[in-house]
């Protein structure tokens, strides 16, 4: 195999398949990233066996095509670390060279026919959904899962794929992020009533959608799911367990108080009153009434704190307790001249956040 590559287009794309290649792990062959230059094109693919991808790579010319097995660290420090515009790889059974115009790497290879195998896109029933919504979906729910649970299913966000439209919930137990929108069923009805996606696969798909793809192609099967980009397709098993009954959590009041604020100000209040908390004390109290929001918190040995700004709330004075961790969460993935609605019930009630787009949060009040 001989190639000449765009260093930067190369690094790119490697360092998108990198980031699912184990650093460690019992089977060797794995810490490898297998390259495949066909008439074709370039593709970069990398398996941890939970989660795998297939990244094309632009800006290669294939002189003789082949395939070879690059080793991850090896090669992302020559890619990294290089100052060239193009570099020539060659690899042969013995090992590969990699060539700059003042740089020369030899480097040891393995039998790229012995790399697991990362499974195509080729299905005829999937969804397709908008790239920038898909997106967002992600941001917004994601945070709020839990890899650390016993309860499996709350280490992925749940879809919902209808068709037309598209539901993600992400939840840990004790807050719960979801949001809506629209997508297509192509070729019939697929199985994504309970597609439980595993976080890290998520985080993996969002920086795998570029700012320019319109469409993403999301397949879920029975055990696993297959997302199509333009550039990329991943592969991920997906998370065991029976998700919370997450429509049960929201809830169906009627005597409610809502509450519009601008994220800004409402977040630089919360991060002010947060000063004085740590990690034992993460309660904040919201006191809202009279034309204002107070913030307070107050902690032993560290001091409290007292924060106030105007708000368009003249009613009664209600008093909530949250964890000012979670509801930063919410703030941190929503522009800071954006509006939102928060809906409250009564003090021990859950705390509702809401948003014209389809997203809403719920956080349950600590102890005060």
Known sequence: MKLVCNREKLWAAFQIAASVAPSRSPKEILTFIRLDATPDGVSLMATDMEVGIRVQVEGIEIEVPGKALLPVQRMASILRESSDEFLKIAAEDTGMTIKGNYSKFELPSANPDEFPPVVPFEESVYHALPARMLKEMIRRTAFATDNESSRYALGGVLFEMGDED???????????????????????????????????????????????????????????????????????????????????????????????????????????????????????????????????????????????????????????????????????????????????????EAVVFLTDDGYAYVVMPMSR
């Open 166 to 348: 598209i539901t993600a919930v992400g939840t840990d137990g004790r807050r719960m992020a979801r949001m809506v929108g629209k997508g297509t069923s192509i070729g019939g009805k697929s199985n994504s009533n309970n597609t439980i996606i595993p976080t890290r696969a998520l985080t993996l798909l969002e920086r795998a959608i570029s700012d320019k793809e319109e469409t993403v192609d999301v397949a879920a099967r029975a055990n696993d799911v297959l997302v199509r980009t333009s550039r990329c397709v991943i592969y991920s098993r997906l998370v065991e367990g029976r998700f919370p009954n997450w429509r049960k959590v929201f809830p169906d009041r009627e005597n409610t108080t809502t509450i519009e604020c601008t994220v800004g100000p409402f977040y630089a209040a919360l991060r002010q009153a947060s000063i004085v908390t740590d990690a034992e004390s993460r309660g904040i109290e919201f006191q809202f009434g009279a034309g204002s929001l107070v913030l307070s918190a107050k902690t032993s040995n560290i001091g409290q704190s007292r924060v106030e700004f105007p708000i368009a709330y003249d009613g009664p004075t209600i008093n909530v307790t949250l964890d000012n961790r979670f509801v930063g969460d919410f703030l941190k993935v929503l522009e800071g001249e954006s509006t939102f609605k928060i809906e409250l019930g009564g003090e021990q």
